[in-house]
């Protein structure tokens, strides 16, 4: 039997491949550019390196709106719990233009709702 006392991550953690956990480099790539002059190029290391920081950036807000959830002993995490999570860790800014987008596509949902 092999000893795991060693090991800090979970069996999750160790069949995902880290890869698996960024977001895809050619939609980070795609973002950049939309912010740039036509003509500029983006080099590979800072693709790279902006994957690395929006997808801890995700996963720092997705985790303090998991731990709101786990306190109020709910499942299921809403985009609610996301923007309190972001006031929550000082993203003010964000929180607010993530509620009015949040509320602008519930709109939209519920306008191809009554659609159907």
Do not use: H, W
Not at 54 to 83: H, M, N, P, Q, Y
């Amino acid at each position: 039997m092999a000893d795991n006392s060693g090991d800090s991550a979970s069996n999750n953690d160790q069949s995902v491949p880290e890869q698996d956990l960024l977001l895809p480099i050619a939609n980070v790539g795609r973002i950049m550019k939309q912010n740039l002059p036509a003509n500029a190029k983006v080099s590979k290391e800072s693709k790279e390196t902006m994957q690395e920081c929006v997808s801890e950036f995700i996963c720092f807000v997705t985790e303090e709106a998991s731990e709101r959830c786990r306190r109020e002993k709910r499942k299921i995490l809403s985009g609610d719990d996301i923007c309190g999570a972001m006031q929550t860790l000082g993203f003010d800014n964000y929180a607010g233009t993530m509620k009015r987008y949040l509320e602008k596509y519930r709109q939209s949902e519920g306008g191809r709702a009554n659609q159907e």
